[in-house]
């Protein structure tokens, strides 16, 4: 398969003198793995703020049932500052909300990614390594591999492992 791929890759080099027939391969594969990674970090850092949040639930759980007058103490930037549990718990709970709308916005940019990232491979026609054995039409592994033999409209895919 990698010899096909730079071939396919040495053929539109050398058409474009001529006329433009798109990105390379390798242009392709590159773009396709930067939407990937950018999908992963939003992820990350969505699960990163789900345990924020689940931390801020714990503490804000436990102060409840605390007097309000007692001491509490509080990380504000990397200082520790002494405070009462009823100055602390309406903070608490505003950074939980706000923790709450971000991972919201995060998850359904994670979305968008995800259709564009969709689409994309649609467009470009590329296949995941293992992606064809489980291939959504039914289709099996040789009728596939017979399918990318014949002349297709879009052009050879690109395989990305």
Known sequence: MAANSSSTGSKSSNSAGGKQSGPSAEQVVATFQKMRQEQRSMASKAAELEMDINEHSLVIDTLKDVDPSRKCFRLVGGVLVERTVKEVLPALENNKEQIT????????????KGRELTEYRERYNIRLVGEGEADAQGQTAASSRDNEGGGSKSGAGVLVS
């Open 101 to 112: 709308k971000i991972v919201e916005s995060i998850n359904s940019q994670m979305q968008s």
